[in-house]
């Protein structure tokens, strides 16, 4: 199912600003928030799909490509393989805490808000991805090796070197956050800050695992299969999620960002969605008409060269172009029409082109619309 415009879905133009766009989100946030509405899957549907809007459109780079090439930009329709979105409340609430100004915690703490250990992040990967032609058209299957940080096997990725090898952190009893209270003139001012002890963790390690040295990740290699829909260019950036470097001792994983380069045909220029192609005639083969190939991007075929067919003239062939990634339709074939002349000739062919011109069809004629222009020409003059 094909996802609603982020625009639409928090209720601004194209043109909004951030100032905009942040209290749209506020808006719907508080609206939708899962403590205000508790059991009502669509009211966190709709708490998650503004937080996925806001998170593209708040960001200038990601806005720009969104503008551009739509859902696709960002990875498409969900459940495709790539995509931007949120895979839980805590992610919300890590990212857009503050939006709330206050009115809600975290998930859960309706109105108060509750301690949460530090939830670890991987580092995103970035890759780039070469296509030709072919492949952009059809959409391709890509399988690629990466060096990056994966769980150590060797502890799961605890860090530790067995399950008795980790305890609770006394300095914030596993809460992840310690609490200070500071008199002011105000009164007593509660603040709350990352566990210095644990970093976040709740937990600390006794005994370190040797082969990560507490890390819980090590470097290794892994085949990762891509799915590139048709229609992708130059430039664009796709988003793997999940399939970046492992988190230190546990969380999630970053994404896998990958750019994709198109390379260069040998006779076809791309122009967005059109195909180019460049026909060289000769000047028979234009006075007379014939039929000749040209290549597409799945082979060859004929198109037909009429008789008098002047040079510049463009064919167009529907449908042969590439297609839209947003599934939008397909772009044509446009074949501009060169006569090629000769740069020199044998006196047997010079007589001939002599008789041409003293014959009248040979004399250069033109057409309405030339007319038409010489004449505005010559009353503006």
Same mark, same amino acid.
């Given at each position: 199912?094909?996802?609603?415009?982020?625009?639409? @879905?928090? %209720?601004?133009?194209?043109?909004?600003?951030?100032?905009?766009?942040?209290?749209?989100?506020?808006?719907?946030?508080?609206?939708?928030?899962?403590?205000?509405?508790?059991? &009502?899957?669509?009211?966190? #549907?709709?708490?998650?799909?503004?937080?996925?809007?806001?998170?593209?459109?708040?960001?200038?780079?990601?806005?720009?490509?969104? &503008?551009?090439?739509?859902?696709?930009?960002?990875?498409?329709?969900?459940?495709?393989?790539?995509?931007? %979105?949120?895979?839980?409340?805590? &992610?919300?609430?890590?990212? /857009?805490? #503050?939006?709330?100004?206050? *009115? /809600?915690? %975290?998930?859960?703490?309706?109105?108060?808000?509750?301690?949460?250990?530090?939830?670890?992040?991987?580092?995103?990967?970035? @890759?780039?991805?070469?296509?030709? +032609?072919?492949?952009?058209?059809?959409?391709?299957?890509?399988?690629?090796?990466?060096?990056?940080?994966?769980? =150590?096997?060797?502890?799961?990725?605890?860090?530790?070197?067995?399950?008795?090898?980790?305890?609770? =952190?006394?300095?914030?009893?596993?809460?992840?956050?310690? $609490?200070?209270?500071? !008199?002011?003139?105000?009164?007593?001012?509660?603040?709350?800050?990352?566990?210095?002890? =644990?970093?976040?963790?709740?937990?600390?390690?006794t005994h370190k695992c040797s082969?990560?040295?507490?890390?819980?990740? $090590?470097?290794?290699?892994?085949?990762?299969?891509?799915?590139?829909?048709?229609?992708?260019?130059?430039?664009?950036?796709?988003?793997?999620?999940?399939?970046?470097?492992?988190?230190? !001792?546990?969380?999630?994983?970053?994404?896998?960002l990958v750019l994709v380069e198109?390379?260069? *045909?040998?006779?076809?220029?791309? &122009?967005?969605?059109?195909? +180019?192609?460049?026909? /060289?005639?000769? @000047?028979?083969?234009?006075?007379?008409?014939?039929?000749?190939?040209?290549?597409?991007?799945?082979?060859?075929?004929?198109?037909?060269?009429?008789?008098?067919?002047?040079?510049?003239?463009?064919l167009r062939l529907k449908g042969?172009?590439?297609? #839209?990634?947003?599934?939008?339709?397909?772009?044509?074939?446009? @074949?501009?029409?060169?006569?090629?002349?000769?740069?020199?000739?044998?006196?047997?062919?010079?007589?001939?082109?002599?008789?041409?011109?003293?014959?009248?069809?040979?004399?250069?004629?033109?057409?309405?619309?030339?007319? %038409?222009? /010489?004449?505005?020409?010559?009353?503006?003059?």
């Open positions: 199912m094909s996802k609603k415009d982020y625009y639409e @879905v928090l %209720g601004v133009s194209k043109s909004a600003s951030k100032d905009e766009l942040k209290k749209a989100y506020r808006k719907l946030a508080i609206q939708y928030h899962p403590d205000k509405n508790p059991g &009502d899957k669509a009211s966190e #549907d709709k708490f998650k799909e503004a937080a996925e809007a806001y998170e593209v459109l708040s960001n200038d780079e990601k806005r720009a490509k969104y &503008d551009r090439f739509g859902h696709q930009a960002m990875g498409g329709n969900a459940g495709g393989g790539y995509g931007g %979105g949120f895979s839980n409340m805590e &992610d919300i609430f890590s990212n /857009f805490g #503050d939006i709330f100004g206050g *009115h /809600f915690g %975290g998930f859960g703490g309706f109105g108060g808000g509750q301690s949460r250990q530090r939830v670890n992040k991987g580092t995103n990967l970035r @890759v780039k991805v070469r296509l030709n +032609l072919s492949e952009i058209a059809n959409g391709v299957e890509k399988k690629i090796k990466v060096n990056k940080y994966v769980p =150590c096997t060797h502890c799961n990725g605890s860090g530790a070197k067995d399950s008795h090898s980790k305890s609770t =952190c006394t300095t914030c009893n596993g809460a992840g956050q310690v $609490t200070r209270v500071q !008199r002011t003139i105000l009164g007593q001012v509660q603040t709350a800050s990352i566990c210095p002890t =644990c970093d976040g963790e709740g937990k600390i390690i082969h990560c040295n507490g890390e819980g990740v $090590t470097k290794a290699e892994e085949v990762i299969t891509l799915q590139i829909p048709a229609g992708v260019e130059e430039g664009m950036q796709l988003s793997v999620s999940g399939k970046g470097n492992a988190a230190r !001792r546990g969380g999630v994983n970053g994404d896998l198109e390379e260069a *045909h040998l006779e076809l220029i791309r &122009d967005g969605n059109s195909l +180019l192609y460049n026909l /060289f005639v000769s @000047v028979p083969d234009a006075i007379l008409g014939s039929a000749v190939e040209i290549p597409t991007i799945d082979g060859k075929v004929k198109v037909k060269i009429d008789p008098g067919t002047q040079s510049g003239k463009i042969k172009g590439l297609p #839209d990634v947003n599934r939008y339709g397909t772009g044509d074939l446009l @074949v501009k029409i060169n006569v090629w002349i000769p740069k020199a000739i044998n006196k047997e062919e010079r007589k001939v082109f002599e008789k041409w011109v003293k014959s009248e069809s040979f004399k250069p004629e033109p057409t309405s619309e030339e007319k %038409g222009f /010489f004449q505005r020409m010559k009353e503006y003059f």
